[in-house]
């Protein structure tokens, strides 16, 4: 079959280190328009791939006939160029968060149906093989119920990451108008719910700027979870990590304790009831240090060239967005808030 024609709208940090690397290896996808609005970024990078280079998406999807997008720019402009690709005919995978706000994520997954393409979010957690393994021992039965469970995600910052460092937009509330709760808390939401094979039920929460000067979006955030299972646990995300990276999730359970990155050499740890232990291989979990295989490109071309819906949809990436909107509303309200 033909070359899946792709286009990359956001050429900054996320597009550099995981977008594009990922569809240079893949044999289905051709790179064919570069979109971000300092043009010369652009430019740079579709110079190395024959491709076209624009300041603005909706110029290219007028000029550029694309069979799907990468949406890789900041945070408030995910639905609309979402919506703009949809309406144009192209597949989507969105970065998360994959909108602000509920009413415009339901208008992105309404817009992917109307015009029969795939929507897909990439919430990559999910897809990182210590995640999997560690999914894979759940589903098995083995620990039996999970009873309460801790999980985090938290680096020094995007100033540490961005391409445009300390003036980079992760920090101006109009462009993401979420700070480290789009960024990582999503990340965790997702993860939580689809490892639990469970959806939250209720969310407490302090959300706040504890650290980051110039800004006002969050930094840091902890939230008290409850599962309709009746699971409870805690959900940390933060920017202030100042010594380095922590994305690490520990479950216990009826029958033993699992563990995820909590040890750099031990990618999952299995400790029974029983006093027994087990180190089980699986790889590793990609950090911003770190690159490794997000995996999440290699989904998205499958389901576009084996027409089959996307495991990561935007149904789910609503989900998951939900959580953290409950949370940002539990700090305003000082409320317990029920996750719709």
């Avoid at 015009?115 to 999910?126: A, D, E, H, P, T």
């Amino acid at each position: 079959m033909a070359k899946i024609r792709v286009a990359v709208i956001g050429c900054g940090a996320i597009a550099i280190r995981r977008h594009i690397p990922e569809y240079m290896v893949n044999p289905n996808v051709k790179l064919v328009a570069f979109v971000d609005p300092v043009l010369e970024r652009a430019e740079e990078i579709a110079a190395k791939f024959n491709a076209l280079a624009f300041s603005d998406y909706e110029t290219m999807l007028k000029e550029v006939q694309v069979d799907a997008v990468s949406v890789c720019t900041p945070n408030i402009l995910h639905a609309p160029v979402a919506i703009a690709a949809a309406n144009a005919g192209a597949h989507v995978l969105v970065e998360k968060p994959m909108a602000t706000n509920e009413a415009d994520a339901l208008a992105m997954i309404e817009a992917a149906n109307a015009n029969g393409v795939k929507l897909m979010v990439g919430q990559s957690q999910r897809l990182m093989p210590p995640h999997v393994k560690a999914k894979e021992i759940l589903d098995s039965g083995r620990l039996g119920k999970v009873i309460s469970f801790r999980t985090s995600f938290g680096h020094p910052g995007p100033e540490s990451w961005s391409v445009d460092g300390k003036e980079s937009w992760f920090f101006r509330k109009d462009d993401a108008v979420m700070g480290a709760m789009g960024d990582l808390g999503v990340h965790k939401s997702d993860l939580m719910r689809w490892l639990l094979n469970d959806e939250v039920a209720d969310v407490a929460a302090f959300v706040g700027t504890l650290d980051k000067e110039d800004t006002t979006v969050d930094d840091n955030a902890t939230c008290l979870i409850r599962m309709k299972s009746g699971a409870i646990g805690t959900l940390v995300a933060s920017w202030t990590y100042y010594r380095g990276e922590d994305n690490s999730t520990i479950l216990w359970c009826e029958n033993g304790v699992l563990k995820i990155g909590t040890d750099p050499d031990r990618p999952v740890i299995l400790e029974l009831r029983d006093g027994t232990n087990e180190d089980i291989e699986a790889g590793g979990i990609s950090t911003n240090k770190r690159q490794l295989p997000s995996y999440v490109i290699d989904e998205f071309v499958d389901c576009i060239v084996n027409d089959k819906a996307p495991s990561i949809s935007g149904e789910e990436g609503l989900r998951s967005l939900n959580v953290i909107l409950a949370a940002f509303e539990s700090q305003k309200t000082g409320k317990v808030i029920a996750v719709k």
